[in-house]
Structures are given as C-alpha cells and as structure tokens.
C-alpha cells in the first residue's frame, strides 16, 4: 500500500499549528519551497524560542532541496550545514512529534554527499532520496 502512509494523525492536527502540518504536506509532497514559506509564516509570528529554532532548521533543511531542484548545489551545502547546526543546538530526540534522529539521519543520507569535496559543483549529484516526515504518535512524543 504505497502511498497512503500517514504522516500524521487527527491528534496532530488539532494539537499543532496549521502551518507546520502543511509545511509537512508539501514538503512531503517534493514543494520545498512552498514548504518553506509555510513554516517560515509560523516562524515570523510569536513562538517559543525553541520552536523558532526549530523552525528555523526545518525551513533550511526544506530551502537545501530547494536549492537542488534549481541546480544550486553549493547553496545547498551551506543550507543544510545551518540546519544541522540548529538541530544540534535544540538537542531534543523530539520535537512537535518530529523523531529528530530519524530526520537528520534521512537528511544525511540525502545530503552528505554535498560535503564530500570542497565544490559540491564539481560532482555530479548522485540519485537521493529526500526524507520523509512522518510524526510519532503524541503519547511517545510527550514521554
């Protein structure tokens, strides 16, 4: 059943943001760009300091595949270096139900490659595979 996994619940919905559920939309969906613009409305509003770091890296791990998809690689880079630099300074396994290793391990798998020589220019990009968000269930996420 390709496809149809679930990246979320009924209980996600109603316990986060709208902009954060469809940013995962579309970011699943392959629209990194779209996705960044509806995490980065969330972003620009009142939020904790922790979600806004969170944030924060989400959007620049979504702008890095962004920047693939037009051919910027060496943007890329340096996108996904800050998200990875944000990750670590939220040092959370979890948050808002994202299993943070999980994703930064899929993150790494995508995109290691872009630090494997000096000018990600200078190599051909390999095939990747983006990540996939998909949240834990509340329960876990809150223990």
Not at 6 to 21: G, K, N, R
Not at 27 to 47: I, K, L, Q, S, T
Not at 66 to 89: C, D
Request: glycine share 4%.
């Amino acid at each position: 059943m390709s496809g149809t996994r679930t990246h979320y619940s009924e209980e996600h919905l109603l316990a986060y943001p709208v902009e954060y559920i469809a940013g995962i939309d579309l970011y699943n969906a392959g629209e990194y760009h779209a996705a960044h613009d509806a995490w980065e409305e969330r972003w620009m509003g009142p939020v904790a300091p922790d979600e806004k770091l969170f944030l924060q890296a989400m959007i620049q791990s979504a702008v890095a595949f962004h920047h693939l998809q037009i051919g910027r690689p060496g943007a890329a880079r340096r996108m996904y270096l800050m998200a990875r630099e944000k990750f670590a300074r939220l040092n959370q396994p979890i948050f808002m139900s994202l299993d943070l290793a999980d994703y930064q391990a899929q993150l790494d798998r995508a995109l290691s490659w872009l630090l494997s020589v000096p000018d990600p220019r200078e190599i051909e990009q390999p095939q990747i595979e983006p990540p996939v968000i998909c949240l834990v269930a509340l329960a876990k996420a809150n223990s």
